[in-house]
């Protein structure tokens, strides 16, 4: 999966989760099914919502949801570290920025 297949697939969650702004992390509240109100992150959720699987929002669970939606492994570090806002500089920043207006944040 692609950067742009990525953010395509992660436009199609909006409904099913209430995404938000938890201090500079990005996070989702499920709206929906067994895990109503689970907190998920935008790899989780994407593998959340393409049938994947649930999995924990913590180093273990994302790698594994980001091998579940076929993420290259730098693709997935880029994405945590961007929703995470672990810098303000560089690929991080501007892929932050492209999350926060596909989910409308």
Excluded: C
């Amino acid at each position: 999966m692609t950067e742009i297949q990525f953010l395509l697939a992660l436009s199609d969650t909006t409904k099913a989760y209430k995404w938000y702004l938890q201090g500079n992390k990005i996070r989702a509240k499920a709206r929906n099914g067994k895990t109503k109100g689970k907190v998920y992150d935008p790899i989780t959720a994407v593998a959340r919502s393409s049938g994947h699987g649930n999995y924990g929002v913590n180093q273990r669970g994302r790698k594994a949801a980001g091998k579940a939606n076929e993420l290259t492994p730098t693709l997935a570090n880029s994405v945590v570290n961007a929703t995470e806002a672990t810098s303000n500089r560089g690929n991080y920043q501007v892929l932050r920025g492209k999350i926060k207006q596909v989910l409308g944040l």
